[in-house]
C-alpha cells in the first residue's frame, strides 16, 4: 500500500465534512434546518438549559450568529428562550417537544450517513475507523 500524503489526508477529510454538510443540509431542508441548527438541537438535547454562551464557547461561533440561529429556532418552534435567573442578559434554552421530535430526525439522517459512509467495511475495521478518528480528535483537542 502506498504513503497517503499530507496533502491527499486533508483533501479527503475536507471532502466528506463537505459531502456530509451538503448530505444534512437536503435531509433537513424540509424542517427548516441548516447546519448548525440542527446541531444546536443535538448540543441542547444533551444540555438542556445551556445559555447561548454555552453554544458559542462548544460551536467557536459568534455571540451575534448563535442569538439569530436561537432566534429562528424559537420561531420554528424547536426551542425556548428564557431569561436566565443567573444573569437577565443571557438566554437559557430548552428544547420544545417539536424540538425533541426533529432530533429524532436528526439522529435518524446522521446514522443513514454513517451507514452510508461506512458501507462494505466489516465491523472491525468500522471499529478501528472509529479508534483511529478517536485518536486523531484527541490529538487536536489536546493541543487546544
Not at 438549559?49 to 448563535?66: A, P, R, Y
Not at 432530533?103 to 472509529?130: F, I, K, P
Request: aromatic share 8%.
Amino acid at each position: 500500500m502506498s504513503q497517503i500524503s499530507p496533502r491527499e489526508f486533508n483533501r479527503l477529510l475536507v471532502y466528506l465534512g463537505r459531502k456530509r454538510r451538503h448530505f444534512m443540509s437536503e435531509q433537513m431542508k424540509p424542517y427548516g434546518l441548516a447546519d448548525p441548527m440542527f446541531a444546536f438541537l443535538l448540543y441542547l438535547e444533551r444540555n438542556p438549559g445551556s445559555s447561548q454562551d454555552n453554544l458559542c464557547e462548544h460551536f467557536g461561533i459568534e455571540k451575534s450568529t448563535v442569538a439569530r440561529l436561537a432566534k429562528k429556532l424559537e420561531l420554528a418552534g424547536y426551542i425556548h428562550r428564557n431569561v436566565s435567573s443567573r444573569d437577565k442578559r443571557q438566554y437559557d434554552l430548552s428544547l420544545t417537544p417539536s424540538g425533541r421530535q426533529v432530533t429524532l430526525v436528526v439522529h435518524e439522517q446522521l446514522n443513514a450517513w454513517c451507514d452510508r459512509m461506512l458501507d462494505g467495511l466489516s465491523e472491525e475495521e468500522r471499529q478501528t475507523a472509529y479508534r483511529l478518528l478517536g485518536i486523531m480528535t484527541e490529538n487536536i483537542r489536546s493541543a487546544d
